[in-house]
């Protein structure tokens, strides 16, 4: 997974984020590298964390987007629908040749 579409997807899922290990169960991938990217969009000012203090385990938190992380969500997003729009345009074209050429 390229490292926009990760930042996007953890974006996308951060505010229903149960725990950084089902984010990873989901996306694949270690909890490491999920608690890497939470980490590095908290110090980009994207993501806010609230610790649950009524909660008894004190290591939940909840994750915020920012207004700069829903402007970099937005930014993605639209990258994202991008790059798709192109690869289906390409796979578009290579199917009307397939077709010709058959």
Sequence with gaps: MQNEELTLTVLRNIEELKSQKSLADDLEMSVGKVNYVIHALIEK?????????ANKNKNQYKYLLTPAGLNEKITLTEKFIKRKRAEYEQLQDELKKMKENN
């Design 45 to 53: 000012g994207f993501v806010k964390a609230e610790n649950f203090f």
